[in-house]
C-alpha cells in the first residue's frame, strides 16, 4: 500500500506513535508486521498516463523535498478553473469525482451534482428527507440545524436530506449480503418504490419549475443494481410478468434504515442521542478526501485546496498528495484554488518516513538479496535494475 495517505485515525493511534506506554492491541498491531519476513516495495504505478503529474508526484516522496520543474507547476496552475458560468470546462467535466477536506464543500457538491446531472439525463430528481426522532426536546432551530448538518461523518454516514434519481451512481453505506456486498459497493438506482402515502408525483409543481420533487414519506426502498453482479437477490412479485433473467441480476432492494448518532447544536448544553432514519446510500463520486483513497478518479478530478484554518502542514501535504495521486494526468484535474508550491516541494513528513523505515526498510533490504538468490537459483535471468 501507499504509506503517504491521509490516517483513518488520529496519529496518537496509528503506527506513528510511539509503542512504549501504548496499549497492548496497539503493540501487537506493530508486532504483526515487524513479523513479517518479506516485505516488496512495490515501486510503478499503473495508473498515470502524464509525465509532468508523476514527476511531481516523484517529487513529494523525495525525503527532505525536491524542487519541481517550472513546465510542470504552470501545467498545474493550468488546471484552476473560474466560475461556473465562465469556464466551459465544467461542461466536460460531467460524471467526474468531486472531493475536498472539509464535509462542508462535499455536501454542496453532493447536491449540485445529483441536481446538474439528473437534468441532463432528463430524469427527477427525488430530495429524501431524513426522519429524526431526539432522545430529548429541542428548540426548532436546533432540530433545522440538525437537519442541515453538513458533516454526515458525525450523524452516521446519514444526511439529512438524500437526492436520488434513476440512473444515478451510488454506494451503498450498509453491507449486503457480507462479505459479498460491503459498504462502498458501487451501484446504479434503477427505481424508486415511493411510500404508500405519498401523494402524486408526476402532478408535483415543482418538477415544472425545478426538476424536483421533495417526498413527504420516507420510500419504501431504493432498487439498485451492483456492477458487475450477475447474481439474482429479488423474486418477481405473486402474478406479475415474469422478468427476463438479465432484468434481476445485481437488483437490491435497498430499505430505509436508523441508526444513533448524537447532536449538540449552537447554544444547547449538551449532546442529545438522535435516531435517524435514510436510506443508505450516498452519492459515489462526490467525497471527502478520505473516501477517495485507494481510487483511480475516472474520468477526472475536481479538486478544492481549501483547508480549516490550523490544520497541519504534515496533513496538508498529505492531503495534496491524495489529491494529486487520483487522477491520471493533469489534464484530468480540475482545481478549485491552488495549493501551496513550498508545501509540494517540501517533501513527505518526516513522521511518516521514521515510522516507514524503523519498520520496513532493512526487511526490503533483505527481500531483494532473497529474491536475487531464489532467480540465481532456478536459473532465471538476473533482473535489471
Known sequence: GDFYQLPPVPATASLLASPSSRSYEHQQGRKLLSDMEYVLDFVNMQRFQGPLLVHI??????????????????????????????????????????????????????HAHARLNAKAAGKILFYVPAIDAPAARIP?????????????????????????????????????????????????VVDIEVHPKEPPVQSRAS?????????????????????????????????????????????????????????KGKGMQGAVSVSRTQC??????????????????????????????????????????VSLSRPRSLSRLLSHGMPDRSIIESGPPESITDAFEELFIDKIAATKLACAQARAEMGWPARQG
Open 57 to 110: 508526484l516523484e517529487a513529494m516522496r523525495t525525503p527532505g523535498g525536491q524542487k519541481i520543474s517550472e513546465e510542470a507547476w504552470q501545467a498545474l496552475k493550468d488546471t484552476a478553473i473560474g466560475s461556473a458560468g465562465a469556464d466551459a470546462r465544467f461542461k466536460q467535466a460531467r460524471g467526474w469525482y468531486e472531493c475536498a477536506y472539509e464535509w462542508r464543500i462535499v455536501s454542496y457538491a453532493m
Open 140 to 188: 426548532k432551530e436546533a432540530f433545522d440545524e440538525m437537519h442541515a448538518l453538513p458533516n454526515i461523518g458525525t450523524s452516521a454516514k446519514f444526511p439529512g436530506i438524500l437526492p436520488i434519481f434513476v440512473g444515478m451512481e451510488m454506494i451503498l453505506t450498509e453491507s449486503f449480503l457480507p462479505p459479498r456486498i460491503v459498504r462502498g459497493t458501487p451501484v446504479e
Open 207 to 263: 418538477i415544472a419549475s425545478h426538476g424536483c420533487v421533495l417526498l413527504h414519506y420516507m420510500p419504501r426502498c431504493i432498487y439498485v443494481r451492483v456492477r458487475g453482479c450477475t447474481d439474482v437477490f429479488l423474486g418477481p412479485a405473486a402474478g406479475a410478468a415474469q422478468p427476463g433473467g438479465s432484468d434481476l441480476q445485481g437488483i437490491l432492494a435497498v430499505q430505509p434504515t436508523t441508526r444513533q448518532w448524537m447532536f
Open 280 to 321: 443508505p446510500l450516498l452519492p459515489q463520486k462526490q467525497c471527502t478526501l478520505h473516501g477517495v483513497q485507494g481510487k483511480t478518479a475516472d474520468p477526472g478530478l475536481i479538486a478544492h485546496w481549501t483547508f480549516p484554518k490550523g490544520l497541519k502542514r504534515e496533513s496538508i501535504w498529505l492531503a495534496y498528495y
